[in-house]
């Protein structure tokens, strides 16, 4: 097993349940582009399923089944073909979006947050996981596309004495990285900052934080390489 | 799809696990009778698991749908040489459950219940009639672990109690009941492969 015994011990609680909730959703992300990660969570979960299956039974207040058969047939109306071509759409777009940011992301050894792709419905709300290594996330980016709402919370962001956290969004119809403005390594940061921008653009783009003089960035542009940077992944359909 | 007959409560918990892989096969061709049998046989057991965790009805409901969509979607998937079809189920259930109770909120990373006890009904698998080999093994190695080590990993998996949950519970810091998971999780591997 190559696997690191942090990261070992990262899949064994994953699979117990005990990760923080950031945690939990950077190794959600992580798993679906390491193997070796999905397959250890999957070892763990297999060890201790025999608890799952010894659990008392507890009827169900009301019968489910015709919602569920609901659900499904819901699932299968939708064309397959229709998914097939959102899919690849969505697909292009990241793969796109993740050419552009290569340079960033081997600068920094960065693992990107990947986007859910079997999602296929427009989902409403996104979290990106800002993070310098993966199993670290510093902040948490929560995103309303509806309302065009940004709310950044601190998870484990050193405060900078007499700098600043700023975030950016960096996407390659943008140019440029663009500044969504300060963020507070202590508190919640909340502001509409991204209705200027379209909503595939909020979608595709990979969110950075770099450390800037008191104040922010004095010309608009990033003074320095990010520090901590994440993708989106929906949260809600 | 049509719904197959009643199956009576008490045959539910004991349904073979030879029959439940049967219909999985079934499921996974799509059959919606199997999926009816297989979701009356199976429904109190996953809503024990989701309802543990997550307390709030509403939410157990959902969890529970959600789960069972899973099932039907990911039927194929199933193989057992890796583990017992209920033990998949209902950790495709369980992880439902976990996604929701650790799910990153917009408002409030905290949001996890305070003062979160163990109802009167915690599991104890220890008194559990072992159904499978593999219960079997891992009630024996459960049972080396320290009382309160153990205690954590039960609260863990079938309360879905978080490091933090635990902490309040145990008067540690979360840091001593991460080492305590490792440790705890890292003996029980060993124990279950030796």
Do not use: H
Not at chain 1, 14 to 24: D, H, I, S, V, W
Not at chain 1, 217 to 234: A, E, I, Q
């Amino acid at each position: 097993m190559t696997l690191s015994p942090d990261d070992d011990f990262a899949a064994a609680e994953f699979a117990l349940g005990t990760l923080e909730p950031g945690e939990r959703a950077a190794l959600a992300a992580r798993r679906r582009r390491e193997p070796e990660l999905d397959a250890a969570i999957r070892a763990w979960e297999a060890r201790l399923s025999p608890l799952a299956e010894a659990t008392p039974p507890i009827p169900p207040p009301a019968d489910f089944l015709p919602a569920i058969e609901a659900r499904i047939r819901a699932a299968a109306a939708s064309p397959a073909s229709n998914d097939v071509a959102a899919l690849q759409k969505r697909l292009s777009r990241w793969r796109a979006a993740a050419v552009g940011a290569a340079g960033l992301a081997a600068a920094l050894a960065i693992g990107f947050v990947a986007r859910e792709a079997t999602r296929v419905a427009q989902p409403k709300e996104f979290v990106a996981i800002l993070q310098k290594s993966a199993d670290s996330p510093a902040f948490v980016a929560s995103i309303n596309l509806a309302k065009g709402e940004l709310s950044v919370r601190p998870v484990a962001a050193p405060p900078q004495a007499g700098r600043s956290y700023e975030l950016w969004i960096i996407e390659p119809t943008l140019g440029a990285p663009r500044s969504l403005g300060i963020i507070d390594a202590a508190a919640v940061t909340r502001g509409p900052r991204l209705a200027a921008f379209d909503r595939a653009v909020v979608e595709d783009a990979t969110y950075a934080v770099t450390v800037e003089p008191e104040g922010g960035s004095p010309d608009g542009k990033p003074s320095g390489p990010p520090v901590f940077v994440g993708k989106l992944v929906p949260v809600e359909p | 799809m049509s719904t197959a007959e009643e199956t009576p409560k008490a045959t539910e918990a004991a349904a073979a696990n030879d029959d439940l892989a049967l219909l999985l096969q079934r499921v996974a061709a799509g059959d919606a009778a199997a999926f009816a049998t297989l979701y009356r046989s199976t429904q109190s057991v996953l809503y024990g698991v989701v309802a543990r965790i997550l307390t709030r009805g509403d939410a157990s409901g959902e969890a529970l749908q959600e789960a069972y969509v899973r099932i039907w979607e990911k039927a194929g998937d199933f193989d057992p040489a890796k583990g017992s079809p209920l033990g998949w189920m209902a950790t495709i259930a369980r992880n439902r459950a976990l996604d929701e109770v650790r799910r990153v909120r917009p408002t409030s990373l905290e949001a996890m219940p305070q003062g979160f006890e163990p109802a009167a009904d915690t599991v104890d698998p220890l008194a559990a009639r072992a159904r499978s080999e593999r219960l079997a093994a891992l009630i024996a190695c459960l049972g080396a672990l320290d009382a309160d080590k153990r205690e954590a990993v039960l609260l863990a998996y079938y309360r879905g109690f978080s490091r933090e949950a635990l902490a309040r519970k145990f008067g540690a810091p979360t840091a001593t009941i991460k080492t305590w998971l490792r440790r705890s999780l890292m003996q029980l591997r060993e124990c279950l492969e030796s």
